[in-house]
């Protein structure tokens, strides 16, 4: 039968199960402690890089003022005659005077998730009024890019006369693919 443990050896067991506690207490807590101070750490430093990029709501509004606008295409008419109208409105305030703008077939480019629709513009202007258009053309939000520009002026004519220019334009932005209209 089992024998009673003396006080003596009752001690030995107790001290020995707070030792086993005591040993994975500092085994497993050391650890845990390392990795808080490596996580207290990188706080730091992330708040550190942060402070560095704050700026103050003034420089925000600056910064986000020469940020060209871009709007997310819709369907090929709406996109197209969106597009169009700030165009022409944009020529206009140039005072550049065009043929009718005329819009191109919409055409797939690989690896875009957009269909690309063109826009050609045939104009005669003066050369400053195609720069002062050319510097206005990221305000447009449907604007992807300047696809081809060629500028014409006749050399035959004297120098003051050479300021007047013919340009051929076509601009493109994107617009829904007809997959993403039927999800709808």
């Known amino acids: ?54 700026i103050d709501k003034k420089e925000r509004a600056g910064l986000l003022s020469i940020v060209p606008v871009a709007e997310t295409p819709e369907l090929e008419e709406k996109q197209g005659f969106l597009f169009r109208e700030r165009l022409y409105e944009q020529l206009k305030k140039a005072g550049i005077k065009t043929e009718p703008l005329t819009i191109l077939a ?29 510097s206005s053309l990221p305000e447009n939000p449907y604007l992807v890019g300047i696809e081809e520009l060629r500028i014409e002026c006749d050399t035959k004519q004297p120098a003051e006369k050479r300021q007047d220019v013919e340009i051929d334009l076509t601009v493109s932005t994107f617009i829904e693919p007809p997959s993403a209209t039927r999800a709808r």
Not at 5 to 25: D, P, T, W
Not at 106 to 126: D, H
Request: some cysteine.
């Open 1 to 54: 039968m089992a024998r009673q443990l003396n006080e003596r050896e009752k001690r030995l067991i107790v001290i020995g199960a707070i030792s086993v506690v005591a040993i994975l207490a500092l085994t497993y807590g050391l650890d845990g402690l390392n990795h808080w101070k490596g996580i207290r750490a990188s706080l730091r430093s992330a708040r550190a890089q942060l402070d560095e990029v704050a």
């Open 106 to 134: 919409a055409r797939r480019k690989s690896g875009l998730p957009y269909r690309v629709l063109k826009i050609k513009c045939r104009a005669k202007c003066k050369f400053d009024q195609l720069l002062a258009f050319l």
